[in-house]
């Protein structure tokens, strides 16, 4: 069976089970992070915290130029790196909603939050 390549590919699930407890920024080398902390349970049911700080803004397309348009995309940072990402709503045999996009290259003159 050959191997799929996962690199620069997404995959977002519905998330019932965590909750947002905490928002605010984190302060690194001068600029501000927004952030937020995360409750949910682990594998094994435990609780866990997890603080998670955002990659960039994400748009909802409204305005799509045909049906194979994203439904959700914008720039964002991970690490270091700069991507444009693209996200496409799509639903699983078992009738769960998930987006299923890909990274990019940004967009030329996009701007990136600081």
């Not at 949910?40 to 603080?51: D, I, P, T």
């Not at 996200?87 to 990019?104: C, F, H, I, P």
Request: charged share 30%; no cysteine; hydrophobic share 30%.
């Amino acid at each position: 069976m050959e191997e799929r390549d996962d690199e620069r590919r997404a995959v977002l699930w519905e998330e019932n089970r965590s909750n947002i407890t905490h928002r605010g920024h984190v302060t690194l080398n001068g600029r501000k992070h927004y952030a937020v902390l995360v409750n949910s349970l682990n594998a094994e049911g435990q609780k866990k915290h997890e603080l998670m700080v955002s990659a960039g803004l994400i748009y909802a397309n409204e305005d799509k130029l045909n049906e194979r348009s994203p439904d959700f995309s914008g720039p964002v940072t991970i690490g270091t790196d700069r991507f444009q990402i693209a996200l496409w709503d799509r639903e699983a045999k078992s009738g769960n909603n998930y987006l299923q996009g890909q990274l990019g290259e940004p967009k030329r003159n996009e701007t990136f939050p600081e």
